[in-house]
């Protein structure tokens, strides 16, 4: 679309600037605050300079939470959104069956994130949880809270089950709204499926799948309630991803220069990310304008 | 191979089932028999835990303060992102594609870094424990989300609608509200579904920012889940309240998803 040069737009975009500003920049700035300065209790600062970046930076303990984040994010993301779309693709088109299968599959994104980490606890629980029941009479050594992979497998498993169906919601969306008149030109031009998958589902489902996989990115990135309450970062610090390392220092420790300086590489590494994401799925649209 | 295709997401949906039931069927059981063992139907069915929940205040005005803050940050975000959205999908403006990024970037912020520095802003400004301060404390990673999604709708309508509008006579906001807002009604419908959705089941925020009066349902089931040992069999029933709200949102925002949206030019 063609959009016309109107400086005055401002005026519209005022308002969530103001809101936005508010919500962001203030908040921000404590961060920053805290994380140039030494405290030793008593609300007494001193000037630390860079110093907790540099230990940010070296820390062992920190490269281990953001590899253990970074396999998290790219191994749901790599379950979630092929997964997603095949059953978009595989979902009726009309009639009474669509609204069943989109009110059941929405389900499990409108629960209280406390409660579905809460619920696979007890479902994956060895002895009285129907997953953990039926792996182990199915003849798996499966315990969850012992295991570091078995913690692994829930914790993920977890994940898939709860977004899974945001991408199917945003795929379905995308794939309906696609004309009749390409796949009645297609058939004529005897394309096979996966040629009409290639060239004409995919392509019409990009701003879709580019939020889709956007939101499952940072929020995945940012992921505290599910894990903290199904595992606790355990067993060991097996599960402990980034935001639990952080709050374990920030609240557990009371470190709060530390906790700060790590709080703003990690948003730096999600941002980074995040911008690379963006650029890469939306430089099509700018070529196009 | 069509044939078999209603397979997939029958098997994907029996799936999602699974924990859920168990959770249900855990809010007719008494904690006694969820301990002591493995049993795949309640064996002494009871009501009991949804009586408590019924006739408690400080449980069941958990429903209700998080019902509050969700619909005032729902509308809120909402009614704030929309002439944003406008702004964005119709007009170039000094710094625009920069604006935008930043306002995605809020999204990105992790709820554990902010929980604390917003603690001490919203104390200071007085609102701490009401249920604006969820409210607005949400809106940080829902206006972004929301503008997006509207944007994407709005730029899915030609701009020709809007020039024939101002030939007709209307000023921009009478042409605003009485065209446009029909116009992408299924758009407000899919972005208020998600502000709904994800103030809903944010729980690290609403639970640092209130104490007593706005207290959401979420932090009443975590405190209780620590202070009266392990009430599992009450938990669960609180866990199975919490999903009606969003199944009857969904039920109302279905047909704007099956009608399908790009979020751009088809």
């Given at each position: 679309?063609?959009?016309?040069?109107?400086?005055?737009?401002?005026?519209?975009?005022?308002?969530?600037?103001?809101?936005?500003?508010?919500?962001?920049?203030?908040?921000?700035?404590?961060?920053?605050?805290?994380?140039?300065?030494?405290?030793?209790?008593?609300?007494?600062?001193?000037?630390?300079?860079?110093?907790?970046?540099?230990?940010?930076?070296?820390?062992?303990?920190?490269?281990?939470?953001?590899?253990?984040?970074?396999?998290?994010?790219?191994?749901?993301?790599?379950?979630?959104?092929?997964?997603?779309?095949?059953?978009?693709l595989a979902m009726p088109r009309k009639g009474i069956w669509v609204s069943v299968c989109?009110?059941?599959?929405?389900?499990?994104?409108?629960?209280?994130?406390?409660?579905?980490?809460?619920?696979?606890?007890?479902?994956?629980?060895?002895?009285?949880?129907?997953?953990?029941?039926?792996?182990?009479?199915?003849?798996?050594?499966?315990?969850?809270?012992?295991?570091?992979?078995?913690?692994?497998?829930?914790?993920?498993?977890?994940?898939?089950?709860?977004?899974?169906?945001?991408?199917?919601?945003?795929?379905?969306?995308?794939?309906?709204?696609?004309?009749?008149?390409?796949?009645?030109?297609?058939?004529?031009?005897?394309?096979?499926?996966?040629?009409?998958?290639?060239?004409?589902?995919?392509?019409?489902?990009?701003?879709?799948?580019?939020?889709?996989?956007?939101?499952?990115?940072?929020?995945?990135?940012?992921?505290?309630?599910?894990?903290?309450?199904?595992?606790?970062?355990?067993?060991?610090?097996?599960?402990?991803?980034?935001?639990?390392?952080?709050?374990?220092?920030?609240?557990?420790?009371?470190?709060?220069?530390?906790?700060?300086?790590?709080?703003?590489?990690?948003?730096?590494?999600?941002?980074?990310?995040?911008?690379?994401?963006?650029?890469?799925?939306?430089?099509?649209?700018?070529?196009?304008? | 191979?069509?044939?078999?295709?209603?397979?997939?997401?029958?098997?994907?949906?029996?799936?999602?089932?699974?924990?859920?039931?168990?959770?249900?069927?855990?809010?007719?059981?008494?904690?006694?028999?969820?301990?002591?063992?493995?049993?795949?139907?309640?064996?002494?069915?009871?009501?009991?835990?949804?009586?408590?929940?019924?006739?408690?205040?400080?449980?069941?005005?958990?429903?209700?303060?998080?019902?509050?803050?969700?619909?005032?940050?729902?509308?809120?975000?909402?009614?704030?992102?929309?002439?944003?959205?406008?702004?964005?999908?119709?007009?170039?403006?000094?710094?625009?594609?920069?604006?935008?990024?930043?306002?995605?970037?809020?999204?990105?912020?992790?709820?554990?870094?902010?929980?604390?520095?917003?603690?001490?802003?919203?104390?200071?400004?007085?609102?701490?424990?009401?249920?604006?301060?969820?409210?607005?404390?949400?809106?940080?990673?829902?206006?972004?989300?929301?503008?997006?999604?509207?944007?994407?709708?709005?730029?899915?309508?030609?701009?020709?609608?809007?020039?024939?509008?101002?030939?007709?006579?209307?000023?921009?906001?009478s042409f605003f509200v009485r065209i446009f807002i029909p116009t992408i009604a299924a758009g407000i419908g899919v972005a208020a579904f998600f502000c709904?959705?994800?103030?809903?089941?944010?729980?690290?925020?609403?639970?640092?920012?209130?104490?007593?009066?706005?207290?959401?349902?979420?932090?009443?089931?975590?405190?209780?889940?620590?202070?009266?040992?392990?009430?599992?069999?009450?938990?669960?029933?609180?866990?199975?309240?919490?999903?009606?709200?969003?199944?009857?949102?969904?039920?109302?925002?279905?047909?704007?998803?099956?009608?399908?949206?790009?979020?751009?030019?088809?």
């Open positions: 679309m063609n959009k016309t040069e109107n400086q005055k737009a401002w005026f519209l975009v005022l308002p969530v600037l103001v809101l936005v500003a508010f919500n962001a920049i203030v908040p921000l700035m404590t961060v920053v605050n805290y994380s140039v300065q030494e405290t030793f209790g008593n609300n007494v600062f001193f000037w630390s300079g860079i110093s907790w970046f540099e230990d940010v930076l070296r820390s062992p303990r920190f490269h281990a939470a953001l590899g253990r984040q970074l396999t998290f994010t790219f191994t749901i993301l790599a379950i979630e959104v092929p997964l997603g779309v095949l059953i978009a989109l009110v059941l599959m929405a389900m499990p994104l409108l629960i209280p994130w406390n409660v579905v980490g809460a619920m696979w606890n007890i479902f994956a629980l060895p002895e009285i949880g129907l997953l953990g029941n039926a792996l182990n009479a199915l003849g798996f050594d499966y315990n969850y809270t012992r295991q570091p992979g078995d913690a692994w497998f829930t914790l993920i498993l977890m994940d898939v089950w709860h977004w899974t169906s945001l991408v199917v919601l945003l795929a379905y969306a995308g794939l309906v709204s696609i004309p009749d008149a390409y796949y009645q030109a297609a058939k004529i031009d005897g394309a096979s499926s996966w040629a009409i998958f290639r060239f004409i589902q995919l392509p019409k489902m990009k701003r879709v799948l580019t939020i889709a996989i956007l939101l499952r990115f940072m929020d995945s990135f940012n992921i505290y309630t599910e894990p903290s309450v199904l595992t606790g970062g355990g067993p060991g610090n097996s599960t402990t991803l980034l935001s639990i390392d952080l709050v374990k220092i920030a609240l557990g420790q009371f470190d709060l220069g530390p906790a700060a300086a790590m709080s703003l590489v990690y948003f730096l590494v999600v941002l980074l990310m995040s911008w690379i994401f963006y650029t890469v799925m939306t430089r099509d649209d700018e070529a196009n304008q | 191979m069509r044939r078999f295709s209603w397979l997939v997401p029958t098997v994907y949906i029996l799936f999602l089932m699974l924990p859920i039931y168990w959770l249900v069927s855990m809010s007719f059981k008494t904690t006694n028999e969820i301990l002591g063992s493995f049993t795949l139907f309640p064996q002494s069915f009871t009501l009991d835990n949804y009586r408590v929940i019924f006739t408690d205040p400080t449980w069941y005005m958990g429903y209700v303060n998080s019902l509050i803050y969700v619909s005032i940050n729902t509308v809120l975000s909402v009614c704030v992102a929309l002439p944003a959205a406008y702004a964005f999908s119709r007009y170039r403006f000094l710094g625009d594609k920069h604006l935008f990024f930043w306002l995605l970037t809020n999204r990105m912020a992790p709820a554990a870094v902010f929980a604390l520095p917003f603690f001490q802003l919203y104390s200071a400004i007085g609102i701490f424990d009401t249920h604006l301060a969820v409210a607005l404390a949400h809106t940080l990673f829902n206006i972004p989300l929301a503008v997006w999604i509207l944007e994407g709708f709005m730029s899915g309508v030609p701009k020709q609608l809007d020039e024939t509008a101002y030939i007709d006579g209307y000023s921009f906001p709904f959705m994800f103030s809903w089941v944010e729980l690290l925020l609403a639970k640092t920012l209130t104490a007593v009066a706005a207290k959401p349902i979420a932090a009443t089931m975590t405190k209780t889940a620590s202070s009266s040992g392990y009430e599992l069999g009450l938990l669960a029933a609180a866990g199975t309240l919490t999903i009606i709200p969003g199944a009857i949102v969904i039920y109302f925002v279905r047909n704007y998803i099956a009608k399908g949206f790009a979020l751009g030019r088809v």
